[in-house]
C-alpha cells in the first residue's frame, strides 16, 4: 500500500514539473539566408519610386517667383541685374589725326615793293597749313600776290616752286623761272632781301639754298651775286 502511494506522489511531481517547463517563452528564429538576399533583391523600380517621393517632398526656395522679377522667395530684392542680351561696347573717344588737319593758322609778315620799286615794304597775312613744308610753300606763294595796289610782288606769279624740302634747319627751294619774270638791278636785290626776311623770321629756319632747274646759280637774275647757302646775317 504503502509503495503505490509513492508512486503517485512521483507522477504528480513529474506532472507539476513538466507543466512549469511548458510555459517557458520560444526563441525568435534567427534569419534565414534566403530571407537576406530576399531584402538586398528588392525592385528597383520601387526604391527610384521611394526617392521620388522623396524629392517631392523637399519644396524649391524659389518655387512661385517668376524669373527675371528680381524678387527671391523670402520677398527682398536679388542685386543681380537681369541680363540685357547684348554687351554694349565701350565708346571711344573720337581721335584727329593733326597731320591731315589744314588748320594750322599764321600772321606772317611778307616783303613787297611800291610801283616804282624804290623801296622795300613789308605787310602782313595769315595763312592756313597743314605743317612745316606746306608753311613755308604757302609763305613763298603769298610772296608772289598781292592784293593792294601800292604794294607790287618782286616774285612774279610766272615763277614755279618746283619743290621745297626742309632738314634740320636747311630750307632748300628749287624754282623755275621765265625771262619775263626778271628785274633790274635793284629788283634783283629786293627780291633777295624780300625773300631772306620772309623765311628767316621763322626761328627753325637757319639756311635758304636758293636752286634754279635744280642747279645752283651765280646769279638769279643776272645782276647780284647769289650765295649758297644764304644764312642769317
Known amino acids: 500500500m504503502n509503495k503505490k502511494y509513492w508512486m503517485t506522489g512521483m507522477l504528480a511531481l513529474l506532472l507539476v514539473f513538466s507543466a512549469g517547463c511548458g510555459q517557458k517563452p520560444a526563441a525568435a528564429p534567427a534569419d534565414t539566408p534566403e530571407q537576406t538576399v530576399d531584402a538586398d533583391q528588392a525592385d528597383p523600380g520601387d526604391q527610384a519610386a521611394g526617392q521620388d517621393n522623396e524629392d517631392e517632398a523637399v519644396e524649391p526656395v ?3 517667383v517668376p524669373e ?11 542685386t543681380t541685374p537681369p541680363a540685357s542680351g547684348k554687351d554694349t561696347p565701350p565708346t571711344e573717344p573720337e581721335k584727329v589725326d593733326a597731320a591731315v588737319n589744314p588748320e594750322n593758322k599764321s600772321s606772317i609778315k611778307l616783303y ?7 623801296e622795300l615794304k613789308e605787310a602782313s597775312r595769315e595763312i592756313t597749313y597743314s605743317g612745316d613744308e606746306d608753311k613755308y610753300k604757302k609763305a613763298f606763294e603769298a610772296l608772289q600776290t598781292s592784293s593792294d595796289a601800292s604794294l607790287n610782288p ?3 606769279d610766272k615763277i614755279t616752286l ?11 627751294l628749287d624754282i623755275s623761272k621765265p625771262a619775263e619774270a626778271n628785274l633790274g638791278a635793284g629788283g ?8 631772306q626776311k620772309t623765311f628767316f623770321q621763322f626761328e627753325e629756319v637757319k639756311s635758304i639754298e636758293l636752286l634754279v632747274d635744280g642747279q645752283q646759280i651765280e646769279s638769279l637774275m643776272g645782276h647780284v651775286e647769289l650765295e649758297h647757302p644764304m644764312t642769317r646775317k
Open 62 to 64: 524659389n518655387a512661385g
Open 68 to 78: 527675371g522679377t528680381g524678387q527671391t522667395a523670402s520677398g527682398g530684392e536679388s
Open 112 to 118: 613787297y615793293t611800291d610801283p616804282e620799286v624804290m
Open 154 to 156: 618782286l616774285w612774279s
Open 162 to 172: 618746283k619743290s621745297l624740302k626742309f632738314d634740320q634747319g636747311a630750307l632748300t
Open 188 to 195: 634783283e636785290m629786293f627780291a633777295i632781301d624780300a625773300l
